[in-house]
């Protein structure tokens, strides 16, 4: 009789749970959420990469940046006790909800606790270009240093970076061709250079490449033109362009790839096009990150503007 | 004419939380015999373990959520038996502490399950409001309500507080009313008592022969509790207790020695931190183990036994993790023939089965 009782009384009491997103939840002050490093502390002894029990964290000594895979990160804590200079701190916050696996990079250039994600959702993936593109949380300080004093681009001698086109659209090595060949087509471009996080180009995938892949057998390529004649060939033909498909572009891009830094001069990276006969070669910072891509494109309209201006 | 027939039971069921398969051998609305299936959820832990030993430590954890401290503090033993580490008393206090801790919630989710699975809703609300107070409670000590990563070769990496066992003693001493109510519903309730008292019987002599473990074999008039042995805390000088037992084997005496031993984690937790001095919570290990060790702790489901074996590497030659469930899950095939077709959900969960561990 006494859970009578109870069940009256839970009937007119308050609910035993929390409102969840309405109502707050408070974790304890040493809740295991999240860690957050404090760049202007780290001496890049890695530490905290060698002792973390699930390869969660990736240092990056030249380039002062340390990267945390929220996604394998257990919130073991060990990090934190590692650090010699207490640049790790464990946090009671989780991280907010993505929907792709998340790459927190903690630069030496932000302020203390501030980090950028590397990954983004799907298909907004393949529209990072230089770090300044990247949706910041919280943004990039305003007054990174900028190089102002735009370059001299006269006529055909100037350099690489004054033609570039610097709103690269990328992959990255294990999305699949068949989101290459959306981007391509959505974007009217023929060729996306494949990078890894920290916008090193591992490769480049164009159409031809996938057109090759997809191509392969008796006919060749060309057999992806042939009419459709609802004979076993069909079949055959939507099974290898499946097989493409599904691929990851890490195992169709041509790689390596013959890249220019941004000094380079235009006349030079026309000789290399010519001779390589290559479509588009890609423009590296001094830091050796992708930062824009010279394509044959750009090249016809530098020409064009030279000769207008004489 | 009663004609024979077989009944799948799982490996996905309304009643079961984790994948176990039991092929009923059915004649009508009795149950004649029983076959069962595991092996659904392995996940390769023991080879994955071979691999770091530190990273067991965390690994271990993720063996099982609901025993996590316990294959941790398995596994570390067993390293620090082989290095010849004796580690400090307040660290094996409050390994005892947290492991209590986990019998608490661990119990309470397996009471709960129970109740639910005969239909009572109302019971299996109160009991898992009560394991809320206890999981926020060692979210506040650890940091995390599933996997603690307190334990560390050699001792405990994180210190408990005197503000901590404050808090730990104030909101045991709030949760013994309510425990105590659970426990007279539990013990005197016509519905729970009409759907468990004599069903799924296991005997004496069947619980040895099966060599049952943990609550399963308690409930079998079986006095058998590692804790007895002295491990972590519980061979300090100053704790007391006695393992609780029963003579009936059945569902009820099952969910009783759960009920009883909420209290008696209560009594050890208490006496715990009254013993607790002021002292390093760890002693540093270097290098690489060698040799090979066993250890055994009583997981809130029975005897868990890990073997670990090393070779001075950082990569290990084998470790094996023996569960309670495993042994527990055989008896199974004593308990349920000749009972009801709707008793075998009760039953099974009865003997609270972790598949997670039992497969690994």
């Known amino acids: 009789m006494s859970m009578m009782r109870t069940a009256l009384k839970n009937l007119v009491s308050k ?7 309405a109502e707050p939840v408070v974790l304890p002050e040493g809740e295991r959420g999240r860690i957050v490093y404090d760049m202007s502390k780290c001496i890049f002894c890695g530490l905290c990469e060698k002792r973390c029990p699930t390869n969660a964290i990736m240092m990056d000594k030249p380039n002062k940046r340390q990267s945390v895979s929220r996604a394998k990160c257990i919130a073991c804590g060990v ?35 501030q980090f950028t994600v590397a990954s983004l959702p799907p298909f907004e993936r393949a529209k990072v270009a230089g770090p300044e593109l990247m949706p910041a949380v919280p943004a990039f300080p305003s007054e990174e240093p900028k190089k102002e004093k735009p370059p001299v681009c006269e006529g055909l001698d100037g350099p690489a970076r004054c033609v570039m086109s610097s709103r690269v659209l990328t992959l990255f090595e294990d999305d699949t061709v068949r989101k290459a060949v959306q981007v391509m087509v959505a974007n009217h471009v023929d060729g996306l250079p494949v990078v890894d996080i920290n916008l090193k180009v591992l490769g480049i995938v164009t159409g031809t490449d996938i057109a090759r892949d997809a191509g392969r057998g008796k006919e060749g390529i060309l057999s992806l033109l042939f009419p459709r004649t609802g004979k076993k060939e069909d079949k055959d033909r939507d099974e290898r362009l499946r097989v493409t498909m599904g691929k990851p572009v890490r195992e169709i891009m041509s790689s390596p790839v013959i890249t220019a830094s941004e000094d380079t001069p235009l006349s030079e990276i026309a000789a290399l096009m010519d001779k390589n006969r290559f479509n588009r070669v890609p423009i590296l910072d001094s830091a050796g990150r992708l930062s824009g891509i010279i394509a044959r494109g750009d090249i016809m309209r530098a020409i064009a503007r030279s000769i207008e201006q004489q | 004419m009663v004609s024979l027939s077989v009944t799948p039971f799982g490996p996905q069921h309304p009643s079961l939380l984790e994948p176990i398969h039991l092929k009923l051998k059915v004649e009508e609305e009795k149950v004649v015999g029983v076959d069962i299936v595991i092996g659904y959820n392995h996940r390769g832990l023991e080879r994955a373990m071979e691999l770091d030993f530190k990273r067991n430590i965390y690994l271990s954890e993720r063996v099982c959520g609901i025993c996590s401290f316990q294959h941790s503090t398995a596994y570390c033993q067993a390293i620090e038996q082989m290095a010849g580490l004796e580690i400090p008393t307040r660290a094996k206090l409050i390994r005892t502490i947290m492991i209590e801790l986990q019998r608490m919630t661990s119990h309470l989710l397996t009471l709960g399950h129970i109740a639910e699975v005969m239909g009572y809703e109302n019971l299996f609300m109160q009991t898992w409001r009560e394991r809320e107070s206890v999981m926020a409670l060692i979210d506040r000590i650890a940091g995390n309500r599933v996997h603690y990563s307190m334990n560390t070769i050699g001792g405990i990496r994180k210190d408990v507080g005197y503000d901590t066992t404050k808090d730990i003693e104030i ?35 069947a619980a040895v022969k099966y060599g049952a473990v943990g609550p399963t074999a308690r409930a079998s008039d079986v006095p058998y509790d590692v804790r007895l042995s002295s491990y972590a805390g519980y061979g300090v000088e100053g704790i007391r207790f006695r393992p609780v037992h029963r003579d009936d084997g059945d569902s009820y005496s099952r969910s009783m020695v759960r009920v009883e031993e909420l209290f008696q984690s209560v009594d050890l937790i208490q006496q715990s931190i009254g013993l607790l001095r002021d002292e390093p919570v760890n002693v540093p290990f270097r290098g690489n183990p060698s040799g090979e060790a066993f250890s055994r702790v009583e997981a809130p489901r029975g005897e868990l036994f890990y073997y670990v074996k090393a070779k001075g590497e950082v990569r290990l030659d084998r470790v094996k993790i023996r569960t309670p469930t495993f042994v527990n899950v055989q008896c199974l095939a004593e308990m349920i023939p000749n009972c009801q077709l709707a008793d075998v959900p009760v039953i099974t969960t009865s003997i609270d089965p972790c598949i997670c561990c039992t497969d690994r």
Do not use: N
């Open chain 1, 15 to 21: 609910p035993a749970t929390r409102k969840y997103p």
């Open chain 1, 79 to 113: 990090c934190v006790e590692s650090c010699p200079t207490d640049a790790i701190q464990m946090r009671p916050e989780y991280s907010p909800p993505a929907t792709a696996p998340e790459v927190h990079v903690y630069d030496a250039k932000l302020t203390p606790h």
């Open chain 2, 171 to 205: 909101t045991l001493m709030q949760l013994l009313p309510k425990l105590e109510e659970i426990r007279g519903v539990f013990a005197k309730d016509s519905t729970f008592r009409k759907r468990t008292v004599g069903v799924g019987v296991l005997s004496r002599s």
